[in-house]
Each structure stands twice: as structure tokens, then as C-alpha cells.
């Protein structure tokens, strides 16, 4: 996997991330980031993910804020992805995982923390005990 973080990796559609709301998808977390993830209905682009990420307004009122937040989760997840598991065969596409990564903090964390616990939330994921 590459370093960079493609357009087409982001999750952009409401209904899918409607759906990781809803039941059924399982998440694993590690304080101050939630990971929640399930297999994707439709499987678009060549990526095995396609990420997203939310910081609640309800906590953080100030668009600056979340914006931030979102940046720093972003970056941390660009930096740790290569510890996301390979797909089975390489360049077929089959499954597809779409992933949300929920800020759930009540403060501002610096980067240093968050890269941290994105890389353990990106190992668990990985790993066959958790699933």
C-alpha cells in the first residue's frame, strides 16, 4: 500500500455510513478513537478500504475544532495503514471493508496521541483474534 491517502479511498456515500450506524457492524476501540467497520454493500474502486472519519459536533461546537481533529486522524491513519491487513489476492478485487473512525474525546488530544492509538486500533483490526 502506498503512503498516500487516494480520493477514491474516501467513503463519501451518506447510505454507507448510515449503515455503519446502524446494527451489525462491529467496532474496536482504544480511547480517544472508535473504530467502526463492516463489509461494504457495493464494492467501488480499487482499494480493499474506503475510510471516513467523524469528530461530533455535539462535543466540539467550533467547526475549527472538528476540522482539526479530523485532520490529525486523517494523517495518523495515512501514516499507519500499512498495518491494515493485505487482500487474499492481490489486484482482485472481492471484499471490500469500510471503516469510521469516530473521535469520541471529550478534549483535544495532539497528534502524538492519536497516531498512537490509530496504529492500535489499525493492528486489532488486522489481527484474527478480534474479528
Known amino acids: 500500500m502506498s503512503k498516500r491517502l487516494y480520493t477514491a479511498e474516501r467513503l463519501k456515500s451518506s447510505r454507507e455510513i448510515g449503515r455503519l450506524f446502524a446494527r451489525g457492524s462491529a ?3 482504544s480511547y480517544p478513537v472508535r473504530l467502526i467497520y463492516r463489509e ?4 467501488r474502486g480499487p482499494h480493499p478500504y474506503r475510510v471516513t472519519f467523524v469528530v461530533p459536533k455535539r462535543k466540539f461546537k467550533r467547526a475549527v475544532d472538528r476540522n482539526l ?3 490529525r486522524m ?3 491513519y495515512r501514516l499507519n495503514k500499512e498495518l491494515l491487513p493485505r487482500p487474499q489476492v492481490p489486484g482482485e478485487v472481492g471484499v471490500q471493508l469500510v471503516l ?3 473521535y469520541t474525546g471529550r478534549e ?3 497528534f502524538s496521541v492519536i497516531e498512537k492509538k490509530m ?3 489499525l493492528s486489532r483490526l488486522g489481527s484474527p483474534e478480534q474479528e
Open 27 to 29: 467496532s474496536v476501540s
Open 40 to 43: 461494504a454493500e457495493q464494492v
Open 69 to 71: 481533529l479530523k485532520r
Open 74 to 76: 486523517r494523517e495518523a
Open 100 to 102: 469510521l473512525f469516530l
Open 108 to 110: 483535544e488530544m495532539p
Open 119 to 121: 496504529g492500535r486500533l
